[in-house]
């Protein structure tokens, strides 16, 4: 076995994303057609460091995950996530939300809404080491590494829902590749509004701070109650990605 992540004497083997597994989304298919199938990141979920923090946990419906995404290029491509959307809040039109931080290396954050099968807004954050990123609800998100070493990367997200690849999927990828030239829309979007590029920025009316460890909030677990009720932080989210 190889990519153990040791979590505070928890050995934890990964979830492993493989190049084949993201085929469609890809935005070099010849260079695609040249090569072997291979590892792309590793994705370590549900960390703890003691059992009171795992009770905690199960108990506000929230788990906490690590991933890792070595340098590579998928041909002219960065190596990016696989991008997905999160599904509604049972009763509610509102998608669950999600926080990213990260903890080695840089990541380059796309975010995009989708309204009636329409992107609405694409937003871009460059986050270097301690840096927070909220995805707010009704956004799809990707990841990219476009640098020269390893991103390494934590999440708090809600536990009893899962992912929704196939919007991303089905349209080749998220609205926009990242290339070794820059940004390039992707055509299979009918439209797609011009790449807002925000700065990272804290969320004192989440609790969560630059260059602060994120997973400390296991101890103020109230404070990440906006990612199982984002019905009741609809202000707030309009006010961080504005």
Request: proline share 5%; glycine share 8%.
């Amino acid at each position: 076995m190889g990519n153990e992540l040791d979590f505070y004497g928890s050995i934890r083997t990964p979830d492993v994303r493989m190049l084949y597994d993201m085929k469609e989304v890809l935005f070099d298919r010849e260079w695609l057609g040249q090569v072997k199938n291979m590892e792309l990141y590793y994705m370590y979920r549900d960390l703890y460091r003691s059992e009171s923090d795992l009770e905690t946990m199960k108990e506000h419906n929230i788990r906490y995950d690590i991933t890792v995404i070595p340098p590579k290029m998928l041909g002219r491509e960065y190596v990016k996530t696989a991008g997905h959307y999160h599904p509604f809040v049972p009763g509610t039109k509102l998608s669950y939300a999600e926080v990213y931080q990260v903890l080695e290396g840089k990541a380059t954050y796309l975010l995009q809404k989708q309204e009636d099968n329409m992107i609405t807004d694409v937003v871009v954050y460059n986050a270097e080491k301690g840096d927070c990123v909220v995805i707010p609800s009704g956004y799809g998100h990707i990841t990219i590494n476009a640098t020269g070493e390893t991103l390494k990367m934590a999440n708090w997200v809600a536990s009893d829902f899962s992912s929704v690849y196939e919007p991303i999927r089905d349209l080749s990828g998220a609205a926009y590749y990242l290339l070794v030239d820059g940004f390039v829309r992707n055509p299979d979007y009918s439209e797609a509004p011009a790449i807002r590029f925000m700065e990272t920025t804290d969320y004192p009316e989440l609790g969560i701070f630059g260059g602060k460890d994120m997973y400390d909030l296991v101890n103020d677990s109230g404070k990440l109650k906006f990612l199982t009720r984002p019905q009741d932080y609809v202000s707030i989210f309009e006010k961080v990605i504005a």
